[in-house]
């Protein structure tokens, strides 16, 4: 299982950014996809995650500015980020947890750097 993310880049203050990480097999096969970041001299965090039926749940923070959704049909995910803010800034993370049989794997994507700036 490979993930792509996509979408980072440098947005003011009050911005817009829409991610995407585009996984390399079906969704079928996925649990749950989450979105986490990692401030330079921080730990990573959860941003928020959706599970199979579509349900989500978000960190306080991120709460009624981020959204995350879910295309099946092109084994994609999505993180719709707005009113963002300078404490936004770090590099987004991607995971999926993926059932085989009787066992769980976790994957995760290379990253994409988000940078709030005037």
């Known amino acids: 299982m490979q993930l792509v993310e996509s979408g980072g880049g440098l947005v003011q203050p009050g911005g817009s950014l829409n991610l995407s990480c585009a996984a390399s097999e079906s969704s079928s096969s996925i649990d749950t996809m989450g979105w986490y970041r990692q401030a330079p001299g921080k730990q990573r965090e959860l941003v928020g995650r959706?599970?199979?039926?579509?349900?989500?749940n978000y960190a306080d923070s991120v709460k009624g500015r981020f959204t995350i959704s879910r295309d099946n049909a092109k084994n994609t995910v999505y993180l719709q980020l707005n009113s963002l803010k300078p404490e936004d800034t770090a590099v987004y993370y991607c995971?999926?947890?993926?059932?085989?049989?009787?066992?769980?794997?976790?994957?995760w994507g290379q990253g994409t750097q988000v940078t709030v700036s005037s």
């Open positions: 995971n999926a947890l993926v059932s085989r049989g009787r066992y769980r794997y976790l994957y």
């Open positions: 959706i599970i199979t039926g579509g349900n989500t």
